[in-house]
Structure formats: structure tokens, C-alpha cells
């Protein structure tokens, strides 16, 4: 049986390729969902865990058009980590998410891809200036947000978590 593909268009930086998930993502996001870094986007997950998200974020672009990318790195074609637009059930409205493995971190990848999902999501799926939803102890993201040049909306609560709610530029603000 062969997968039947959908409709996730494929976008490109200078240094990065964003794109559908693969089947060939789960050992990565398996390892990513056992580490002390998952537990700020819905961790720790088993092996069975990781294939729920892998399948959902699949869904979430089937049902409402927009989703998750997930982040190549064009150096070493690895898979880094995932960005991109999501909506649940619960969310005052749909979110601009990202999260890099670890060795990722430190190199701009996460601003470089959350940027251009930014862009396509206002451009192309009608998302301008989103949100963010960061855990307050999460300094990185929060950090990211502001370089992203996101400011700080509200404190709120996220299915029971306490949150930060930050609102990105739209589109034509952040050129």
C-alpha cells in the first residue's frame, strides 16, 4: 500500500526546507517526545504517542487546510523540529506553534521557519497576525516570539495550563 499524498504545499528558505510529515519522521519525533524539551508542546509520548501526532498533524491539514510543517534542514536533509499553523478544539483561535529538537537550537532555524509559515499562513491561508500560545516557563519561545516581533497579549489558560498569549505582526507589518 502507498501513502496517498495531500496537498501540503512545500516552502523554502535560504537553509531550510518546510514540508509534509513523512512516516520516515517517527523514530525522530519518538526520540524528541522522550525528552525533558517535549513536555512544553503535549510530552513526554511513548512510541505510540508520537504516531497519534504524527497521523494528527496529517488530519489536521486534511480537515482544515493548514497544519504543521516540519522542518528539513537543507545542509544534512535531517528533520529538525516543525512549524506551522494548528487549531484544536478548547483554542480561542488558530496558533502560530514551532519546536526544534535540540540539535537545532541556537542557529536561527526556528525564526527562519516560523517566519516564512507566518508569511505563507497570512499570504495564502488567511492566518494574519496570530497568536502564540508559550508556557510561561518556556524563556526560549518566549524569546523567539519577541525576535519574531510578537508582543505579549494576555496571560491565559490553555486546556488547564496556564499560558502567555502573544499576537504576531500581521503580514505587511512585519516585511
Sequence with gaps: MTAMPLPIPV??????I???????????????????????VGGPRDAAGAWDSLVA???????????LWHITDKANKAFVGWTGIIFAPGWQEPELGWALFEQAEGKGIAAEAARAARRYAALHQGHNGV?????PTNARSRALAQRLGATL?????????PCEIW?????EEAA
Excluded at 516552502?11 to 531550510?16: G, M, P, S
Excluded at 498533524?57 to 497544519?67: P, Q, T, V
Excluded at 497568536?131 to 508556557?135: A, E, H, N, P, Q
Excluded at 499576537?167 to 503580514?171: D, E, F, M, Q, T
Design 11 to 16: 516552502i523554502e528558505t535560504d537553509r531550510l
Design 18 to 40: 518546510l514540508r509534509a510529515p513523512h512516516s520516515t519522521d517517527l523514530k525522530p519525533l519518538a526520540d524528541f517526545f522522550t525528552t525533558e524539551r517535549s513536555h512544553t
Design 57 to 67: 498533524r496529517l488530519g489536521h491539514w486534511s480537515l482544515n487546510g493548514y497544519g
Design 131 to 135: 497568536i502564540s500560545y508559550i508556557r
Design 153 to 161: 497579549e494576555e496571560l491565559g489558560d490553555l486546556r488547564g495550563t
Design 167 to 171: 499576537r504576531h505582526p500581521k503580514a
